[in-house]
């Protein structure tokens, strides 16, 4: 038997219906309430493993006035278990405000392991997964999307991004134009369903294999983009700034020695970007 007064976490299938585990499915079985971001979605979910239960409808739209009304079954005794359209809840999808809430008023809240589309597309996505970074969805509008992608040019890790069919293609055109051509990416759509594909390369070339075939175009993505690399050959702007201080007051040569020792980086590439900015 579960605790009383315990709000559930439980991850549902991304695609694949039979990704679900037995907890899960326990779990589901034994609370006293389904809060579901559509109850109407989860109900297929729950039919086909025969498990009947109330649904309460939580969303984007209702998540903040609703989150009380649960409070109050919960501390009333209730056990109520949240689910989302598919994967994680909170993950890009609603939950947020209610464990919030819940955490708030003293309500044990208790994570179930289970699906994510994210983590399962950095899996198999190939590039660095020691460090990574969830960014949710890039923003529709053109220039608050460049604006965002601008202020990732330099971010380290493995960036994750969910993408919807409609915008995907002005996406990758949008990394292009900002980020270069030769920006790693990879791009997951339908994951664990029959169309499963998981396609990679630069970005210059994942945008024409997009434009071949209308329907590399169809379905749920998850888009990853490679982490920056700094050239170590680069010259920062305070050694920059150094060199243009002191090629002020002295020869050139000099300057960039000064500087090398300073900033303990190799004279002759100072010397090289003196003689062709100085």
Not at 13 to 29: C, H, S, W, Y
Not at 30 to 43: F, G, K, M, P, S
Not at 59 to 85: C, F, P, R, W, Y
Not at 147 to 159: F, Q
Request: charged content about 20%; glycine content about 6%; hydrophobic content about 40%.
């Amino acid at each position: 038997m579960l605790e009383t007064s315990t709000l559930f976490i439980v991850p549902t299938p991304i695609g694949n219906i039979q990704d679900i585990t037995e907890r899960a499915i326990a779990v589901l079985n034994q609370v006293d309430l389904i809060a579901a971001e559509d109850t109407r979605h989860t109900a297929k979910l729950l039919n086909h493993y025969q498990i009947s239960k109330p649904c309460f409808a939580l969303h984007d739209h209702n998540e903040q006035q609703k989150s009380a009304t649960l409070i109050a079954k919960m501390q009333q005794g209730q056990n109520i278990a949240l689910v989302s359209d598919a994967g994680t809840p909170l993950i890009s999808d609603p939950g947020y405000h209610l464990v919030n809430d819940c955490r708030a008023a003293g309500i044990k809240v208790v994570p179930l392991p289970g699906p994510c589309a994210a983590i399962t597309a950095l899996s198999a996505s190939g590039l660095p997964s020691d460090r990574f970074s969830f960014e949710g969805f890039l923003p529709a509008k053109d220039k608050a999307k460049t604006d965002t992608l601008t202020a990732l040019l330099e971010e380290p890790r493995t960036m994750i991004f969910y993408e919807s069919p409609r915008r995907v293609l002005d996406t990758v055109e949008k990394i292009i134009s900002v980020m270069g051509p030769d920006k790693k990416i990879v791009l997951a759509r339908e994951l664990s369903k029959t169309f499963e594909t998981i396609h990679g390369g630069p970005a210059g070339e994942v945008l024409p294999w997009l434009l071949e075939d209308e329907n590399r175009r169809r379905g749920e993505f998850v888009l990853l983009i490679a982490g920056f690399k700094a050239d170590p050959n680069a010259l920062s702007q305070a050694v920059l700034q150094t060199l243009t201080l002191l090629s002020k007051e002295l020869p050139l040569k000099k300057a960039a020695a000064l500087t090398a020792e300073i900033h303990q980086v190799k004279k002759n590439a100072l010397y090289k970007w003196g003689l062709e900015h100085l």
